[in-house]
């Protein structure tokens, strides 16, 4: 345990009802303000919060991971060895990492079409997710689900979902689930600002709000929904205001910052936990990718993407780690290392394993 | 064994489930205090608290997908939607979550669910409180269909339901509420899933029909008896899965098929029905299969009209002297 | 024109963001407050208000023709002369009258399935309403709508609605339709607590706050939908807060007061002409009959409905003319006979109207 | 006549009637910079301006909703669901608003709405971006169903459902965005619902097939022509409303039938029209009709148990050549 560096921004949310409940989060410790930037239009500033170093170094291993996994992903996609469609969490690992760093081992994560990065994040085996999008029988759902639906029930990860926000209902039930078997249960939501225009996210709010269950949504907004900006899709600066309507916080965090989250997703948790209820945590970031394969990337400038990579949360984190003498050049590149084996190991596990047999495709429709 | 009504049967099976197995809850709309717009669970508030008696907003899509994620981590969720008609509203609810994720996240987790609701019409509710659907839910994979006509089926097919690890769509039907009829107590009640249920036996003319057409088709296979017309009557209890053999079995007998369906006629569930049993026993049909349905229409209001529409006991019983005589 | 004494709530919104846009309801004049009084656990006062005496005298008089009206139907529906099911709109008259007061004429109205009072306050034919209730061929939709599903487009009345919050969305498309044609048209969408709690509302706010759609948002909250009390329903107090979900305003009125809704109705409806976008009303007010027939009420206290019955809006508005000298005993007695005329009439009209033609039943499926 | 692809038929269907009617107006997700996942609304935004063509946030009931709306109050709005796998999100709104309220509401406006889709399976996509869902619609009575399978069924049709008075669900199908074929421009483009097209003419067989297992069955047929087998086959265009009367005729010249759908076999469109033409041609058939579908399962993502699922000209070949057989 020690003192290190990190990102924890200064955005104001004017759904934070209790601003109580989020100082560690707004003020982690006494120390001033070290360093100011620009992000999304806000001015955001470094502070120096209480972090284990190997934490840190933790979620830099695992977000390497993700961004290693996803790269050799599009590339498969791209040269048409994996056949269908995928969305890359690029750019967001931050969130998943902070998010899934914040849970216990039995709590619930339900995610979405984006969600090979909250899979690996919550410990999914990078293998089994590979082989998945392979369309293996070695992968999670035998190939059947693909990139959209894989899920580990016992990690409590249920799963992705093709329909946007379509996991938002499944994880009120599995809270509500923990609620009457009175578990020490949460659940937690990720799902898109996209998503976050469906109906049956209003809908869900609401139940998980009279209900008072221990959900945490945590919403990526990665300033897209495909092509759609959030500033065409929401007459709102901050998504995370509408929690207001339904009676429960709202914070806004610097989704680029895996620390920011996981105080945010903590604080929120141990608030489910305590039975006080659901929290709409907003993490603000950016798909640095395409939204799925053949996206043009019509609808933004390379400007803007490269005022975003600037931004990218991996290399902040790297920057972070080693101006403040954590990590050095050469773990940073055995790290690295580690990480891309992960991940080829895990392409030749998919592709030596075999193909599902076609005559089971009727079997398993009923349990 | 007790006479009792198809609701109070419906609730029997509700309590005895809530009572046995602690993770079946219920959840609805004004199910509650209320009891349901039909009363079935009524009472339950009280035997069982409002942790297991859900009331819920009026937000069909997100109560039914919360059921889903329940039913997904070890509970055995029952919901009610209050008019079928509504089901159009959680469509992909039961179709894209429900039905699928056993199947698609490879088999790792059954997905218990069982909702239940009110189809049909017959009481002059409207376009939007009288429909009958089930058709649709034939299509779909991975959910059953349970469409009982009498207390004795409507009691053992729910706690069968809920027993069941699967979605089940349960449909009652409003006219058959105050239906009344012997049940038994307990696991004696219990009643498999696909079991075609013979209500008279007869060598003119196979006659099949579920729900309200079933208890119409009984009317009218009295009065085609009286008039030396001898029907066997067949209730299939359940669309998904469907009992083929025996009505296969009863046309190769008599050579002549009417199917009852209240729903509108296109693309029905006789549609498959007589499918199946052309292709199976084609060679035996002394004529062609008879669908009586509900002509391609929304179910309008007025008496006279929604009279007109849906199929009653008189209707049947032309049809089937039409067909014994062709 | 003359100065008369009305209504006038002093309810607070934390949704108003423009609190000048409402200074007219809230500060309708510069003259002292000249009673308290407290509804549904809050403070109330009377105020005085610039209001024509004869605006006053045909609100009373529409709102007694509804109340007629729908009592009648009570009547009809329990004596089994009428068929199917009816939700009567007893105690909420002056919604339905005060919000129809501020439109004009080619603006379009949604209603619900307890839209009676909204039909004939926007215009609508009692005989036809009536007859349509009886399932004749003269009703509004020739008997196949029945009670809830019946229009006159000839008015922009779009008609009821059998699924609760189902004309949410068609008022989006009114408006857009209205915003498309560059007409001056505005919709004005009336719909209860409960329907607040879809997800299709949600998704309607955002797209009409995103578009700028001339909508005006009418929320009957009558405190329960069907068995639920608005309390279970909602972690909120006030619906109208969720209008800061989607960036426009939001605001509460006395639903039991006709002027006060008016004058709301009309700030929106100004708001909406001139491309401002829409509002959110909330009108408290209180259903003073069962949900529909058969509703036992079992849900809450003969107590409770005794205090809401103190302060119905047709008695309130009585007493707040008689007091004023406006209303005569005579005239009232007048005013009353002249409504239940109308309602007999309807009767009258509906039992010797014919039924439809069944071999008309499969007719006009298509247009 | 120019040949082009699918998608540039669709679009320059899209293109015309804007051009001629200042009332059409498209609106969906992802349809103005980027033209739709599939690319058929690109250059729309350039053309029409962003007043009629509307990017909407992911809102499915929503803005079709609006679109019903919109489409009541004079205007022709015609809606994108990305995938046809959604439409369980808007049932409601296509079912109990769209296809009721011209008759419920006693005939007073017309509801001229279009939603296009793109549906079925082929590219792995897995479960909820594959499905094939007509069936449900055809039960619906209210909404025309189309089902183009050429550029110029594409262009003709979709000009025919821009100028339709009523509700039409136009349903496009991944696999076919691509292919190419002869389109002619403005009026002469339109094409009436309710025919049939005849592909192929023979005697051996009919073989009714429509989106893109019509393409499917039209490389089969060419298979089976080869090996001596000649083949009637319909491409219906239409499944509501369904030209019924060249596939009954020809039945009565080849007494077999086959018909081929992408959707699960189950309560599919297959037994509706098997079931009519069993009804009406029963005496001319010297085998049973088949149904050749898919099985009744969720459509899986990998390109190995999606490919043994969904039929293919192979398994076409085969159905047709064991039917002429028996
Ligand atoms: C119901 C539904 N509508 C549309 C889509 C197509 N689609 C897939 S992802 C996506 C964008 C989702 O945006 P967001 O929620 O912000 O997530 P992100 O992709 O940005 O991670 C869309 C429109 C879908 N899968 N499901
Ligand atoms: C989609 C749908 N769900 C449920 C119902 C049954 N139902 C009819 S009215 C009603 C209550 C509506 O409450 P609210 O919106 O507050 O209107 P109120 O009845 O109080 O006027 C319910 C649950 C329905 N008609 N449609
Ligand atoms: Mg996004
Ligand atoms: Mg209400």
Not at chain 1, 182 to 202: K, M, P, R, V, Y
């Amino acid at each position: 345990m020690g003192w290190t560096l990190t990102l924890c921004t200064t955005y104001d949310s004017t759904s934070v009802r209790d601003e109580t409940r989020w100082e560690n989060i707004r003020a982690p410790n006494s120390e001033s303000k070290t360093k100011e930037f620009r992000l999304q239009g806000r001015t955001c500033m470094y502070r120096k919060i209480r972090c284990a170093m190997q934490e840190l170094i933790d979620h830099y291993r695992t977000m390497l991971v993700i961004r290693f996994f996803e790269e050799e992903v599009e590339d498969l996609f791209s040269q048409g060895v994996v056949k269908g469609t995928t969305h890359p969490a690029i750019g967001q690992e931050a969130v998943a990492v902070g998010a899934c760093a914040a849970l216990r081992p039995g709590d619930y994560v339900t995610s979405t079409h984006r969600g090979h990065g909250h899979f690996l994040a919550r410990g999914g085996d990078p293998k089994r997710i590979m082989a998945e999008l392979f369309g293996k029988q070695s992968g999670y759902s035998g190939g059947r689900g693909g990139s959209q639906f894989m899920a580990d029930f016992s990690l409590g990860f249920l799963g992705g979902n093709g329909i946007t926000g379509g996991s938002i209902p499944v994880a009120t039930g599995a809270a509500l689930s923990a609620k009457l078997q009175a578990s020490e249960q949460i659940a937690l939501c990720f799902f898109g600002d996209g998503a976050a225009n469906q109906g049956t996210f209003h809908e869900s709010l609401n139940l998980v709000a009279i209900w008072k269950l221990p959900v945490v949504y945590v919403c990526e907004n990665n300033m897209y929904a495909m092509s759609m900006p959030v500033g065409d899709a929401f007459a709102v600066t901050d998504i995370a205001d509408r929690a207001a309507g339904y009676g429960f916080p709202g914070v806004v965090v610097d989704g680029n910052d895996p620390i920011a989250v996981q105080r945010a997703v903590e604080t929120a948790a141990e608030r489910a936990r305590q039975g006080e209820g659901a929290t709409l945590i907003e993490c603000k970031t950016y798909r640095l990718s395409g939204h799925s394969r053949g996206d043009q990337r019509h609808y933004r400038t390379r400007e803007e993407e490269a005022r975003a990579r600037a931004a990218d949360p991996i290399l902040r984190l790297r920057e972070m780690l080693s101006a403040d003498g954590t990590l050095s050049d050469e773990d940073d590149v055995s790290l690295k290392d580690e990480a891309r084996r992960v991940v080829s190991d895990a392409v030749t596990f998919a592709q030596e394993s075999e193909y599902p047999d076609p005559t089971t495709l009727e079997k398993g429709v009923f349990a | 064994m007790r006479e009792i009504s198809y609701t109070d049967a419906l609730r029997e099976a509700l309590r005895e489930e809530m009572a046995r197995d602690a993770t079946v809850f219920v959840l609805g709309e004004d199910i509650a205090e209320y009891g349901g717009a039909f009363g079935v669970t009524r009472g339950l508030l009280d035997a069982y608290g409002s942790q297991r008696v859900l009331n819920t907003p009026i937000s069909e899509p997100g109560f039914t997908g919360a059921a889903i994620g329940a039913a997904l981590t070890g509970t055995r969720p029952v919901v009610e939607i209050m008019f079928m008609d509504f089901i159009g509203l959680v469509t992909d609810q039961l179709v894209n979550q429900a039905a699928k994720l056993h199947y698609v996240l490879g088999e790792q987790a059954p997905c218990p669910l069982v909702v239940r609701t009110a189809g049909g019409g017959g009481r002059c509710y409207g376009p939007t409180h009288s429909q009958t659907l089930e058709a649709w839910f034939m299509h779909v994979p991975g959910i059953k269909i349970v469409v009982p006509s009498t207390p004795a089926d409507a009691k053992g097919l729910l706690k069968t339901a809920i027993r069941d690890d699967n979605p089940v769509l349960f449909i009652e039907h409003k006219m058959l509420y105050s239906r009344r009829g012997n049940v038994l107590e307990g696991d004696a009640a219990l009643l498999p899933f696909g079991r075609a249920r013979c209500i008279t036996e007869g060598d003119d003319l196979t006659m099949i029909a579920w729900s309200w057409m079933s208890a119409e088709a009984e009317a009218a296979a009295k009065e085609l008896e009286a008039g030396g017309v001898s029907v066997d009557l067949f209730d299939p209890r359940t669309l998904a899965p469907l009992d083929m053999a025996p009505l296969e079995e009863s046309v190769r007998k008599t050579g002549r098929a009417l199917i009852v369906e209240e729903g509108c006629r296109t693309a029905g569930v006789s549609a498959e029905i007589a499918c199946r049993l052309f292709e199976c026993v084609h060679e035996y049909l002394d004529a062609p299969i008879r669908r009586l349905a509900s002509p391609d229409v929304p179910v309008p209001a007025s008496p006279v009209l929604e009279e007109a529409m849906i199929p009653d006991r008189n209707a049947i019983v032309q049809a089937a002297i039409e067909l014994v005589q062709s």
